[in-house]
T-cell receptor, first 113, second 113 residues
Framework: SQTIHQWPATLVQPVGSPLSLECTVEGTSNPNLYWYRQAAGRGLQLLFYSVGIGQISSEVPQNLSASRPQDRQFILSSKKLLLSDSGFYLC????????????FGNGTRLTVT | KQEVTQIPAALSVPEGENLVLNCSFTDSAIYNLQWFRQDPGKGLTSLLLIQSSQREQTSGRLNASLDKSSGRSTLYIAASQPGDSATYLCAVRPSYNTDKLIFGTGTRLQVFP
């Protein structure tokens, strides 16, 4: 069966520091991968998605970037965090086949101080 | 522009009740609709996925229906239990050629003993 791992679970970082969140999927090949952010009291916002190694689509221009160095690995990064980057970050995957369900990791709670 | 609404925002019921959670969308031309459950501080768990050609899907005590023409989906929970307490979100995939789901803001359900 497929599983998705996301770490760390929680992170407290000062303003201006770098960020690296990692997500890996096991048990499948060539998944579509996604990074979402869920801010308090707001809905889910799609940040980035990827349909293959090195292929990244950005939905929202901002202080973050994403990379996909391997087929089942997705990384969310920032060179300098802002206070507004605080939130709950969720990685997700789906099979390439159209109509497949979306599956989420357990998320990372990021607090920028 | 597709918008997804979930009403009520919060619901509190005694154990054993049968529940209906509502999800409305403004554009009936959807590809599929997915229901999720989110426990506090956790990621989203996929519950049911309904393709646009389907009317309903069932899993255990959960039944989700889809009425595209009226822009509505309902999640029916039979014989609710305290363990069903969570936030329930629906998400619409607008078309085959988009990877971007549009999420509702959720219904927070509390089932008390």
């Amino acid at each position: 069966s497929q599983t998705i791992h996301q770490w760390p679970a929680t992170l407290v970082q000062p303003v201006g520091s770098p960020l690296s969140l990692e997500c890996t999927v096991e048990g499948t090949s060539n998944p579509n991968l996604y990074w979402y952010r869920q801010a308090a009291g707001r809905g889910l916002q799609l940040l980035f998605y990827s349909v293959g190694i090195g292929q990244i689509s950005s939905e929202v221009p901002q202080n973050l970037s994403a990379s996909r160095p391997q087929d089942r690995q997705f990384i969310l990064s920032s060179k300098k965090l802002l206070l507004s980057d605080s939130g709950f970050y969720l990685c997700a995957w789906t099979l390439r086949a159209s109509g497949s369900p979306l599956h989420f990791g357990n998320g990372t709670r990021l607090t920028v101080t | 522009k597709q918008e997804v609404t979930q009403i009520p925002a919060a619901l509190s019921v005694p154990e054993g009740e049968n529940l209906v959670l509502n999800c409305s969308f403004t554009d009936s031309a959807i590809y599929n609709l997915q229901w999720f459950r989110q426990d506090p501080g956790k990621g989203l768990t996929s519950l049911l996925l309904i393709q646009s050609s389907q009317r309903e899907q069932t899993s255990g005590r959960l039944n989700a229906s889809l009425d595209k023409s009226s822009g509505r989906s309902t999640l029916y929970i039979a014989a609710s239990q305290p363990g069903d307490s969570a936030t329930y979100l629906c998400a619409v995939r607008p078309s085959y050629n988009t990877d971007k789901l549009i999420f509702g803001t959720g219904t927070r359900l509390q089932v008390f003993p």
